[in-house]
């Protein structure tokens, strides 16, 4: 029995050198991992936009509109004049008056926002009036937002009925709700965000051509608190959460992993515990299921991307009895999530901070969902 015994640990000390001595290389000779059997799916995400990136679309079109409002007014005072007195009294009123409105603030409300505006008849009118518009948001299509005016308590405003529409350069819309206690939050957009796992995973940074998406009503507004902007630098004018039901999606997405001519990661599964992200896969060699290797990643942001950093990956063989590192495959697996994040947002979302869960600025979210604070771009 008890050379039976000695056997068995003689057995398993030279399983576990083998691996280690079959683990401590192959990384070194591949500077990529490939990914067989990946497919492409979209994920559910939810977009928050804060007032300070509303407010310049709003002020845009506002300021269109108004000369066609207060032209209106005019039209129909002059309209009950005399008839001989009209036409003089449109060239005072067109040569006297130059209508603008500025935007004061915007809230959030159960129906929409609520947009206070100062209403001046001609620069420098010294009895500026205030006043208030209520805003609402449709899904026009899956990737238009309609914005119009509607009745503040039942009761029409200074403009009622569409004002514009703007695209949402990042993924497919499903509904749009009020964020009215979520932070700086204000809007709320609950979208499917497509992520694709390609055959072979693109060495990180690379990113696809940025796409632009312009905005109608003639106009392109400028990118909204762009990275250059020291205003952005200290706060974001957008964040996308991605709820763990979501991130368990795209790790069921990928397929198998090839790490060497013999050695393979399969089901890989993306969970999160605390405030860091795990990925566990089982590893397999010639086919052979040897042990599961876990992962813990860091979340964070590098040069406007998602930049998720491995602080440490262990092989656990015989159900857990053993474990040892295996940290020679981290970068891989970095290269493997960047790419994947990354490739859905290149070129339509700026990634200032990345963490799990709520905080100050974005209290509302779930506290295992990856947060991502940044900047939209909309071209």
Known sequence: MQRKHLFRVVGVLLTVLALLALLSGPAQASAQVSIKNATSTSINANVYLTGNMLQPIFQDSISDQIPHVMGNVIASMVGQLPKEDQGWATQMANALLQPSASLISVTPQEKGLLVSLELSLYTGDPKATTTSLLVGFSVADPTTIQVS????????????????????????????????????????????????????????????????????????????????????????????????????????????????????????????????????????????????AVSTIMPGAANGK??????????????????????????????????????????????????????????????????????????
């Not at 089982?282 to 052979?288: E, K, T, V």
């Not at 981290?330 to 901070?353: C, D, P, R, W, Y």
């Open 149 to 292: 005016a509607l009745p503040i308590d039942g009761k029409a405003g200074l403009v009622t009925g569409p004002l514009m529409t703007f695209h949402m350069p990042i993924g497919s819309l499903n509904s749009i709700f009020m964020a009215t206690t979520c932070g700086n939050a204000d809007l709320g957009i609950s979208l499917k965000l497509p992520v694709t796992t390609s055959s072979q995973s693109a060495p990180t940074g690379q990113a696809r051509p940025a796409t632009s998406n312009p905005i109608p009503l003639g106009k392109t507004f400028p990118a909204v608190n762009s990275p250059t902007n020291s205003a952005a630098a200290a706060l974001p004018g957008s964040y996308i959460e991605i709820p763990a039901s979501s991130l368990a999606q795209v790790g069921n997405s990928v397929g198998t992993m090839t790490i060497s001519s013999s050695l393979t990661a399969e089901k890989i599964r993306i969970g999160v515990q605390g405030k860091n992200l795990t990925l566990t896969t089982d590893i397999h060699w010639h086919g052979l299921g040897i042990g599961t």
């Open 306 to 379: 998602l930049a998720m950093h491995v602080a440490e990956t262990k092989l656990q063989i015989l159900g857990g009895l053993i474990s040892f590192p295996m940290n020679s495959y981290n970068a891989q697996i970095e290269q493997l999530l960047n790419s994947q994040f990354n490739s859905a947002l290149a070129g339509k979302f700026t990634v200032m901070q990345a963490a799990i869960g709520a905080n100050a600025q974005l209290p509302c979210v779930l506290a295992n969902s990856l947060v991502l604070a940044g900047n939209i771009i909309m071209n």
